[in-house]
């Protein structure tokens, strides 16, 4: 699975709009929520053409329900298809979790139970959708607050047996390892060292709640020490990867957003080597894509 | 207890999660199976027992759509007050909770369903309210359609005028109301305290040009005019029904302002004589 590097972005969200398309900032990439874009038409398809034309994009869906026992949306996957051949993203991700079933969606990332069982229920529909797709997806690991008596393994090697059973990528959130291994008691090292090095192509980097008891993934903070402090172990073994800084509640002026994927690269550079020109731009084939 | 399967567990799980009162609330109420599925399934510790996990998500499911319709139904959120309105999302998850992919359309069936809803005894208004606001929703992401300019319309040799039929863009709603309720949306967007609106027929247009959307009241003239479009009737056919509320000759006058109006907001997409299409 060849993906580029993309250096160090920052997710696309309605509040910068103005200051990316008049300003221009020089941030290497953005992820965008794929549901946003899944619209008919109007203000969010305008803007993405925009930002996109300007920079590499990536997709990142939160409803593809991957996990669920309902089928697979096939009008779903349709008009993610149809979104991707409109702006061509370097690629497109969703989450390792279910988010609804008996046809009801909760709009949230539910996490699986780690048996044998979601294994092959779960890396048999990753094939159909990257059937669908034409492409494959990675997945990401998402933070978690529960979690069920019947699994039979670690988080990790769930990870690990269904990205190598469904041959797909890794979307690997070291705030979602950080936040779980504090709600479950685990190593966020182990989970790290557990991680096959060749399915990692990004990762997400965010702030979260503590509640006391549990760490809640809120998206509303700037990234924690801990959470620099684990990234850095992940740029230890994987080297360096696209990273995304999310941002999705009280969210600050976009110079201190991106000021942390600023941050992310400074952190890589003092670990790994980084090509001067890590922006791999793919601006121009979208443009030709249009033209054409 | 056996192992649940994959899909034993989902289902238990969603129903604790959209429990109205809550994860505890909603364990208490399952069958006797039923909870003992639920104790084998979910595993806690001192820090955090196994139904206050599931609780985490259960707020989770219910704030983020309830944030969600606040920011679509702003203004009956301001005009019904902020605890009614949370019990109103609580109500209204139960009878709809969501099926669509994506969260844009958790709202969909709120006006409907506000209609027969309590509060509307007590704001007559917020059915209508919530259908202004949620053509504004729709409005929003509506296709794109590039309109047509009035020169399109002018190349039609005039003899062929009677038989034009005009495509209007698909973002546009044209709501036939109860109440004015323009008004209430615009003083709640003003930061002005909503007053109770007089009864009243009212026709709102709502429109998106230029990534923008708008909405106004219209008359009864261009209302008509406006239905009979979206019908496909024939521009004779339309100057006849504003005819009808006018009289002839004043109706034709109307005809006129009016797609010249249409054609300036960008709610014409096409038109055409038989069979040509421009």
């Not at chain 1, 991680?195 to 008891?213: K, N």
């Not at chain 2, 319309?153 to 004015?180: G, I, K, S």
């Not at chain 2, 006058?253 to 096409?270: H, K, N, P």
Request: hydrophobic share 45%.
């Amino acid at each position: 699975m060849e993906l580029p590097f993309l250096g160090f972005g920052v997710g696309l969200r309605t509040t910068h709009y103005t200051h990316i398309l008049d300003t221009s900032p020089a941030v290497d990439w953005f992820e965008v929520i794929s549901e946003n874009f899944m619209v008919p038409g109007g203000r969010p398809l305008h803007i993405l053409e925009r930002v996109r034309s300007r920079y590499p994009i990536v997709l990142h869906g939160v409803s593809l329900s991957i996990g669920s026992t309902d089928p697979l949306n096939r009008e779903y996957l349709s008009r993610l298809r149809d979104l991707a051949c409109r702006v061509a993203p370097a690629w497109i991700s969703d989450h390792l979790c279910w988010t609804g079933v008996g046809g009801h969606n909760l709009h949230d990332l539910l996490p699986l139970p780690y048996t044998e069982e979601a294994v092959r229920h779960v890396a048999e529909r990753v094939r159909q959708v990257q059937d669908a797709l034409g492409r494959r997806i990675l997945l990401e690991n998402v933070s978690t607050y529960l979690e069920y008596q019947h699994s039979t393994m670690p988080e990790w090697e769930f990870l690990r047996a269904v990205v190598e059973q469904a041959d797909c990528g890794i979307l690997l959130d070291v705030n979602n390892i950080f936040v779980s291994a504090f709600n479950h008691g685990f190593s966020s090292s182990a989970y790290l060292q557990a991680i096959p090095v060749e399915r990692v192509h990004q990762f997400h980097l965010a702030g979260h709640s503590d509640r006391g008891a549990y760490l809640h993934d809120t998206h509303d903070h700037p990234v924690p020490d801990g959470v620099w402090a684990l990234y850095a172990e992940a740029v230890r073994r994987f080297g360096a990867v696209s990273t995304l800084v999310e941002w999705d509640d009280h969210i600050p002026e976009f110079p201190v957003v991106h000021a942390e994927a600023l941050r992310a690269r400074r952190l890589t550079e003092t670990i790994v080597h980084v090509h001067p020109d890590a922006r791999a731009d793919t601006t121009v084939a979208v443009e030709a894509d249009h033209g054409a | 207890m056996s192992t649940p399967t994959l899909e034993q567990t989902q289902r238990l799980l969603w129903k604790l999660i959209t429990a109205p009162e809550g994860a505890a609330s909603g364990l208490a109420q399952l069958s006797a199976a039923e909870r003992d599925l639920a104790a084998s399934l979910i595993g806690g510790d001192a820090r955090l027992a196994a139904i206050d996990r599931v609780e985490v998500y259960a707020d989770m499911y219910f704030y983020r759509i309830r944030d969600c319709l606040k920011e679509d139904f702003a203004a009956v959120c301001a005009v019904v007050g902020e605890a009614h309105f949370h019990n109103l999302i609580t109500d209204y998850l139960l009878a709809h909770p969501p099926s669509h992919f994506s969260l844009r359309y958790a709202g969909r069936h709120l006006p409907e369903y506000l209609e027969r809803y309590a509060l509307a005894r007590q704001w007559p208004c917020v059915a209508d309210l919530a259908r202004l606001e949620w053509a504004i929703v729709d409005v929003f992401d509506a296709p794109d359609v590039t309109p047509i300019g009035a020169a399109e319309l002018a190349a039609v040799p005039q003899e062929q005028w009677p038989e034009v039929r005009f495509q209007l863009t698909p973002a546009l709603r044209v709501l036939r109301l109860q109440w004015p309720v323009h008004t209430v949306w615009q003083q709640v967007q003003q930061g002005e305290p909503p007053a109770d609106p007089v009864p009243g027929e009212t026709t709102l247009r709502v429109w998106r040009q230029d990534l923008r959307v708008f909405h106004r009241p219209v008359d009864a003239a261009e209302a008509a005019a406006l239905e009979a479009v979206a019908h496909g009737e024939s521009f004779a056919s339309v100057c006849g029904r504003v005819g009808e509320l006018l009289g002839e000759a004043a109706g034709a006058e109307r005809v006129a302002q009016l797609l010249e109006s249409w054609f300036a907001d960008g709610l014409i997409t096409g038109c055409c004589a038989g069979d040509a299409q421009r």
